[in-house]
């Protein structure tokens, strides 16, 4: 009896001791939420003046104009039909977007949780036309200062737009992080999705834009795809002016890139590439991959060959910063690492013919003739250093390179003799 009687005490004891810790609260200096409520950030899309560029992500390019991420701002135009003399035409602010995608005359573009239709046959007027509310992850921006604690997130306040840090109280109870973007070295970059390697049309006749290697977004035939760390979100845009939400499947783990090539799909991961079949669009089919040490790695397609850049350091685990290259199978099923080449710290690259473009980083762009597969270090065409390289887009013998210090073009028509012909610059923050 005596024994039943101390377990009924035991559980008094514990009932209470719980109880009180419901009603425990905290005071402490913390990374607080800044929030933009839903209501504000479902009116928000709207046409401004030109602004300089202060903190440029993706760069998107269809139709003699190109389109450049303002990270979680919004989207520069840029009118560049004379690559020597582009001009800034407009801003389209845009609350939470990072990621951009072209069909016909419609701009689709990630803000914060929605997926936005922006009508662009009017460049001078862009219009939003429609909006699939909830459909990302609930993401939140860098931290203020990582040296303090995060206060905690109420989603149902909205989206989180900033950080302060101030002195907050709320009650002791397990935090739960939202997903927060990746940071590059201190600057937040997540990837576009398109690649040059592609054809600009799709079987249906469609016209697509073109995007750089760091993809996340993706169009193919009547569809386009986002994917985020391990899941791929689908879209019918047949009507691209009302794009459905027609599910979503898991593709692995750890994907930062996305390069849809031949009716495929290729993810880059920190682990490796895996590659999806596209016979199915509604349902892409895992065929295969090919596994590396953990690294940060874009991919990029081209007869028959995959270019990979490694890159360690920071989030990205290991030492490891190299180019590989890959021979893959007609079916794609079995891929072979034929050769791999040290670099610097790579990011973004791109591949005309076999011209192959590397932005390796602080140590600027380089350029190979990739014809020898087993010999491309010794076949440097051209090197651009002193500037910090993201991504590039090889196109119609112009290549267009976004860096921290501003959006650059090359004319690359001569080989021989590859040149600068114009620059965005970056303005600093007061």
């Known amino acids: ?77 840029i009118d560049n039909h004379d690559p020597r003399n582009p001009q800034n035409i407009g801003f389209i602010e845009v609350p939470g977007n990072v990621d951009i995608a072209i069909k016909d005359n419609i701009l689709f573009a990630d803000s914060y949780v929605d997926l936005l239709a922006i009508d662009i046959s009017d460049i001078n007027n862009p219009k939003e ?38 002195k907050i109280r709320q009650e002791m109870e397990p935090r739960h992080y939202p997903i927060r973007y990746y940071e590059y070295d201190g600057a937040m970059r997540m990837s576009d999705g398109f690649s040059p390697a592609m054809s600009s049309n799709s079987g249906g006749g469609a016209s697509f834009g ?58 880059g991961t920190r682990t490796g590439m895996r590659i999806f079949t596209l016979e199915v669009a509604t349902t892409p089919n895992y065929i295969g991959e090919f596994n590396h040490v953990s690294s940060c790695d874009p991919v990029v397609i ?45 990011y973004g690259l791109g591949i005309d013919d076999e011209t192959l473009f590397v932005c390796d980083g602080d140590a600027g762009l380089k350029i190979f003739d990739v014809a020898d597969k087993l010999q491309i270090d010794d076949n440097k065409i051209a090197a651009f250093p002193n500037i910090k390289t993201f991504d590039v887009i090889p196109f119609n013998d112009f290549l267009f390179m976004i860096g921290d210090d501003g959006f650059y073009q090359y004319d690359y028509t001569d080989l021989n003799n590859i040149q600068q012909i114009s620059f965005i610059p970056v303005t600093a923050d007061e």
């Open 129 to 166: 036309v429609n909006r699939v509310e909830d459909v990302f992850p609930y993401t939140t921006p860098k931290l203020k200062d990582e040296q303090f604690p995060v206060g905690s997130v109420d989603q149902e306040m909205g989206v989180v737009i900033d950080w302060e840090i101030t």
């Open 302 to 346: 081209s007869e028959g060959y995959a270019y990979v850049t490694l890159r360690g350091g920071n989030d990205c685990g290991s030492t490891v910063n190299r180019l590989d290259v890959l021979k893959l199978s007609t079916d794609y099923t079995e891929n072979e690492l034929l050769a791999s080449f040290p670099l610097h710290g790579p």
């Open 1 to 77: 009896m005596k024994t039943i009687h101390k377990i009924f005490a035991l559980l008094i004891t514990l009932l209470a001791f719980s109880s009180c810790m419901d009603e425990y609260t905290e005071e402490f200096i913390a990374n607080s939420p800044v929030y933009l409520s839903y209501e504000d950030l479902r009116s928000a899309i709207k046409i401004t003046e030109s602004r300089d560029l202060k903190h440029p992500g993706k760069i998107y390019f269809k139709d003699g104009f190109l389109f450049i991420n303002e990270m979680l701002e919004g989207i520069h135009i």
């Open 210 to 267: 073109i995007g750089g290697s760091m993809a996340r977004f993706g169009l193919y035939d009547d569809y386009l795809y986002a994917v985020d760390f391990s899941t791929l979100y689908m879209f019918d845009v047949k009507n691209a002016d009302t794009p459905k939400d027609i599910g979503k499947q898991n593709v692995g783990w750890n994907v930062e890139t996305m390069f849809i090539y031949d009716k495929h799909m290729f993810f």
